[in-house]
């Protein structure tokens, strides 16, 4: 059965786990359920069409399922879906979908989020995600695993942000991020080299990313002919072919390019 605090409000609709745990002044909502090994310090609220997985663990104030900060949303039948072993630290929101786009927000497995970040509606999340302090995703962002968002970073509508990229800390990002790149000002600044070392990623296939980055972003004609090129030309690499095929699948904003030297 799972273990309540007298001073927290279960609607008796929820569905928990056996072993979840339920902190003080917590409010869960009817639809909402929750998987095993799931933990509610305190001070949370989940409402809406929720399902957390397994052994997640919120910290005082984070908030789950609430109304997407929408102004044309009309809809109700709006959806959370979050996977297992997310951390979610004090502050952090994550709203439903809206009915502008799929009606679903959805948060992988794995994920840190720290102080004050937000996940806005209609996100997309994957694993292994880290979201440093007031990093704030916009709606429709999606982001890609292994990515990581320093802090009081934003990211604009719509834009995507690719597998293991890094967003350097009070940045903007108002485009497409390619995966295992680096955002530091105003630009790409490079590969997020420390990252793919940290993957355990080999060395070799990290020298030949390095190289297609230069052909990519600096090589001779227009990028859609570089991108035609990359993509025969690297087709069975497990980095490179994953760098071309989210080139030629831009978000609306388009792909961010590597910033210009003063």
Request: with cysteine; net charge neutral; charged share 20%.
């Amino acid at each position: 059965m799972a273990k309540i605090h007298p001073l927290s409000v279960v609607d008796p609709k929820a569905e928990l786990a056996e072993d979840v745990e339920i902190g003080p002044f917590c409010t869960v909502g009817p639809q909402v359920k929750i998987g095993a090994g799931t933990r509610l310090i305190s001070h949370n609220v989940i409402e809406g069409d929720t399902i957390l997985g397994e052994r997640n663990t919120l910290y005082p104030f984070a908030s789950l399922g609430l109304p997407c900060q929408h102004k044309r949303n009309k809809a109700t039948d709006l959806k959370l879906r979050i996977g297992d072993d997310n951390v979610f630290r004090e502050h952090f929101t994550a709203h439903t979908g809206s009915d502008v786009d799929q009606k679903i927000t959805t948060i992988g497995s794995r994920n840190w989020f720290l102080v004050a970040s937000h996940v806005a509606h209609d996100c997309i999340v994957g694993d292994d995600v880290v979201m440093s302090n007031n990093a704030s995703l916009a709606g429709h962002v999606v982001v890609g695993n292994r990515a990581i968002i320093s802090g009081m970073a934003g990211v604009v509508q719509f834009a995507h942000i690719g597998e293991g990229a890094m967003i350097g800390a009070m940045t903007g990002i108002m485009k497409d991020v390619i995966p295992y790149g680096m955002v530091m000002r105003d630009g790409l600044a490079g590969l997020n080299l420390v990252g793919l070392q940290r993957a355990g990623i080999d060395k070799k296939l990290i020298m030949e990313l390095q190289s297609a980055y230069k052909e990519l972003f600096f090589g001779e004609g227009v990028l859609a002919d570089r991108i035609a090129q990359l993509a025969e030309k690297y087709a069975d690499h497990p980095l490179i072919s994953k760098v071309i095929t989210f080139c030629q699948n831009p978000s609306r904003n388009g792909l961010m390019q590597p910033e210009k030297k003063k």
